[in-house]
T-cell receptor, first 112, second 113 residues
Framework: KQEVTQIPAALSVPEGENLVLNCSFTDSAIYNLQWFRQDPGKGLTSLLLIQSSQREQTSGRLNASLDKSSGRSTLYIAASQPGDSATYLCAVMRNAGNMLTFGGGTRLMVKP | NAGVMQNPRHLVRRRGQEARLRCSPMKGHSHVYWYRQLPEEGLKFMVYLQKENIIDESGMPKERFSAEFPKEGPSILRIQQVVRGDSAAYFC???????????FGPGTRLLVL
């Protein structure tokens, strides 16, 4: 059974700092891994999706890496801004079209 | 193309009542997934449906919970005789067949008094 863990559970940083969020998963037989953002009381917004054959994906100030063999992914946020404050969730998909298995999330607060 | 629609957005029920949550997938999407997010926790898979078929219900509680995705109309997640522990945010996602990602709705927040 796949288990996904995110560390830290909460993080508070000053504006402008670079930061790294961590995600680990127990079963390396994944199809892809995805990072989502969730704002309080809202739905999920997809940030980055990494296929199992890929090592990283970038979008603006965000960079996600994947080391499938060790069961780890990181989300790097450069030059953090108060608008980045949200909960960040990572999720893995075992096979195309299957369910997503989510981590518990990292709650990020960026202080002005 | 409208996104995934869920209604109601907020639902209050008393213990013992029934809750019906609706999900309209994105146009052209034939697959629907339901997830539950308990307070301070991540999302947990409940059920995966295609039109008129339940594909995987391994995450559904064995009692009181049911889901359907009829040929016409939205997918329905039904919770009978709700208890306080059912209070959570319920998210629906949809995708085309065999897709590599799912598109999430805004969720229904259920509060059981």
């Amino acid at each position: 059974k796949q288990e996904v863990t995110q560390i830290p559970a909460a993080l508070s940083v000053p504006e402008g700092e670079n930061l790294v969020l961590n995600c680990s998963f127990t079963d390396s037989a994944i199809y892809n891994l995805q990072w989502f953002r969730q704002d309080p009381g809202k739905g999920l917004t997809s940030l980055l999706l990494i296929q199992s054959s890929q090592r990283e994906q970038t979008s603006g100030r965000l960079n996600a890496s994947l080391d499938k063999s060790s069961g780890r992914s990181t989300l790097y946020i450069a030059a953090s801004q108060p608008g980045d404050s949200a909960t960040y969730l990572c999720a893995v998909m075992r096979n195309a079209g299957n369910m997503l298995t989510f981590g518990g999330g990292t709650r990020l607060m960026v202080k002005p | 193309n409208a996104g995934v629609m869920q209604n109601p957005r907020h639902l209050v029920r008393r213990r013992g009542q029934e809750a019906r949550l609706r999900c309209s997938p994105m146009k052209g999407h034939s697959h629907v997934y339901w997830y539950r997010q308990l307070p301070e926790e991540g999302l947990k898979f409940m059920v995966y449906l295609q039109k008129e078929n339940i594909i995987d219900e391994s995450g559904m509680p064995k009692e009181r919970f049911s889901a359907e995705f009829p040929k016409e109309g939205p997918s329905i997640l039904r919770i009978q005789q709700v208890v306080r522990g059912d209070s959570a945010a319920y998210f629906c996602a949809s995708s085309p067949a065999g897709a590599e990602t799912q598109y999430f709705g805004p969720g229904t927040r259920l509060l059981v008094l």
